[in-house]
């Protein structure tokens, strides 16, 4: 079974991944990303999906025009896990 983070691990998690925010319900990360229009924000939908697929491991979102809200947790682990902090980080390298 995955294991959910320790207050160490995360706090080590959210000084890795500032532009993500813990959040309590679900017990997880989020963050909103924009983009100049519909095309490219479901372009950037399209890379993050073959991440999730690739890694098991799929994020809660929506998308409405140009803006793309994620949510990561990790429901076998009742919480934030190491799961989600590896795919916030893979995300994050999908737009440096």
Known sequence: MIARLND????KA?????????I???DGLSRRFTFADF???FGFMTRVAI???????????S?????VDI??????AGG???????????IDALIA
């Open 63 to 67: 998308n409405v025009y140009n803006r």
């Open 24 to 26: 309590a319900e679900p």
């Open 39 to 41: 095309n490219a924000a």
């Open 8 to 11: 160490e691990e995360r706090a």
């Open 51 to 61: 991440l999730a697929e690739k890694a098991d491991h799929h994020p809660e979102w």
């Open 80 to 90: 934030l896990s190491q799961r989600d902090v590896d795919l916030a980080r893979a």
């Open 71 to 76: 949510v990561l947790t990790t429901h076998d």
């Open 14 to 22: 959210r000084a890795e991944l500032p532009e993500w925010t813990a």
